[in-house]
């Protein structure tokens, strides 16, 4: 069951997190601690992922507020995403693998501007992102197992998508953000032999190198901590705790004062090994703790659901 689990989340750290002023979200949920259980294995592995984040709720500061709070003539009003994943990923080494992650998202999203509803609803590839895995291949028999990662989120996505009446949407909402970011990350997993399962940790870093048509998407970091524990030969439950801190925006075209936020959320979620090579997944985000800078948009669950193959 852990081999099997291993190949759905082996790339999900590439998919990253993005949660923006007004839209674009990705779930922060990755579970790359899961293939430390296994060590690089050479061969192709795929994974799919679903995502629907429906941020609908205004919050100031740490403060849920509503719309005749807000004095200011723009006020946000909803941004719904449904996200899709595709990853590879190809062990080409004994301790060294790389892969790649595609998003692609389905995004409505709302605001009221000096009294005028303005929205937009767009289908979209989003940035693409490259990653280099190391694990040394003499831990497989420890209890204690690491890796490190490193790579690129590439300016692939769309920075340009209007509405119906030629406005163009934020930054914060585009499929894309138009610059390249470094990635960097690491994980460690531990199974004590008086415990059931696996206990985890993740820490990742998105680092955007340079400003595009005066636009810098925040930094971003994600510590992921938890628990795989075996309900079966075939079912894991996977529960997990989520940390993540994401800076301002920064230019002239950016919304500064009303980006960057700390959350921290549960994830509790199911893994089923249908077989050999093939896995289903299901989780659920759930946010405990925000705190936003200025006005903006958060979400109060987000669902996932997922798809793993192996391929010799």
């Known amino acids: 069951m852990r081999k099997t689990i291993s190949i759905a989340f082996a790339g999900l750290l590439l998919a990253g997190n993005a949660d923006a002023s007004c839209g674009a979200a990705f779930c922060a949920s990755t579970n790359d601690w899961l293939s430390l259980t296994q060590g690089v294995t050479q061969g192709w592995r795929i994974w799919g992922q679903t995502e629907y984040i429906d941020q609908n709720q205004l919050m100031a500061g ?22 899709f994943l595709l990853g590879m990923e190809y062990g080409f080494a004994n301790e060294w693998s790389v892969g790649v992650a595609l998003p692609y998202s389905n995004r409505e999203h709302s ?8 929205s937009w609803g767009f289908d979209g590839l989003g940035d693409m992102r490259v990653n280099l895995r190391y694990q040394p291949n003499n831990q497989h028999g420890s209890e204690l197992k690491w890796s490190l990662n490193g790579g690129l989120k590439l300016p692939t996505g769309k920075t340009d998508v209007r509405n119906a009446d030629g406005e163009k949407a934020e930054h914060s909402v585009q499929p894309g953000t138009g610059t390249t970011d470094l990635l960097l990350g690491g994980g460690l997993a531990y199974a004590p032999l008086g415990l059931p399962g696996n206990l985890f940790a993740n820490l990742s870093a998105q680092l955007p190198l340079y400003e595009k048509d005066g636009y810098q998407p925040g930094w971003r970091t994600t510590l992921q901590a938890g628990w795989q524990y075996p309900v079966s030969g075939k079912v894991d439950f996977l529960l997990q705790a989520n940390f993540a801190k994401i800076g301002r925006d920064r230019g002239a075209n950016a919304e500064s004062d009303e980006t960057g936020r700390t959350e921290v959320s549960i994830v509790p979620g199911v893994a089923y090994a249908w077989s050999k090579k093939l896995m289903f997944n299901a989780r659920i985000e759930l946010p405990v703790y925000h705190k936003v800078t200025g006005v903006q948009l958060a979400h109060d669950y987000a669902l996932l659901g997922g798809v793993s193959l192996t391929l010799d």
Not at 62 to 83: A, L, M, W
Not at 111 to 118: K, M
């Open 62 to 83: 740490s403060k849920k507020i509503s719309r005749d709070e807000i004095s200011e003539g723009h006020v946000e009003t909803k941004t719904i995403n449904r996200n």
């Open 111 to 118: 605001h009221v501007h000096e009294s005028e509803v303005e």
